[in-house]
């Protein structure tokens, strides 16, 4: 046994002189590695931004319909405003154009239009009056609002419309 201070050294490893062939087999392995690792890495990328638009989406969803009993509620204070004749209406007007404003804001544009086709992604029929100078299956007025377009709809609107010929 050796009981001297001296470290004992390890032996080195001499570089070993690979063939060109070894050698290029090695480094096209690296590269292929280096390649499969970078595809991988712009894969994560892409799929998280996927991930993460789908979370804004659900999140700017849950924040838009907060929203619809404050504009729903808007409406029929208007309404009975304006049967009343009292001029708070107006004002109450203002302030759920506002509302309306920021769902649209949210990218949930209103859905209120009346003389258009139904549209089964978009509106709800609440109610069918017959109507002889309108073709059938026309929206004639709306009920309540909607919200939204086809590929992203927050809240259908409720319609009324002509019946369906049969």
């Given at each position: 046994m050796d009981?001297?201070?001296?470290?004992?050294?390890e032996?080195?490893?001499e570089p070993t002189a690979q063939a060109p062939?070894?050698?290029?087999?090695?480094i096209a392995e690296l590269d292929d590695r280096w390649r499969r690792a970078a595809a991988d890495l712009d894969n994560v990328?892409?799929?998280?931004?996927?991930e993460l638009a789908l979370v804004r989406d659900v999140e700017r969803a849950r924040a838009a319909s907060v929203f619809l009993p404050v504009v729903d509620g808007l409406t029929d204070?208007?309404?009975?405003?304006?049967?009343?004749?009292?001029?708070?209406?107006?004002g109450m007007e203002s302030i759920r154009?506002?509302?309306?404003?920021?769902?649209e804001r949210l990218d949930y544009p209103r859905i209120d239009g009346v003389g258009?086709?139904?549209d089964p992604r978009i509106h709800e029929v609440v109610s069918v009056v017959e109507s002889g100078d309108?073709?059938?299956q026309t929206v004639v007025a709306v009920a309540r609002l909607g919200f939204g377009t086809p590929e992203r709809l927050l809240r259908p609107a409720g319609v009324v419309v002509t019946p369906a010929r049969e």
């Open positions: 009981t001297s201070d001296e470290p004992t050294a032996p080195t490893a062939d070894e050698r290029d087999a090695r990328r892409k799929r998280t931004a996927r204070a208007v309404v009975y405003a304006k049967q009343v004749n009292d001029p708070l209406g107006e154009e506002q509302a309306v404003a920021a769902l258009v086709p139904f309108l073709p059938p």
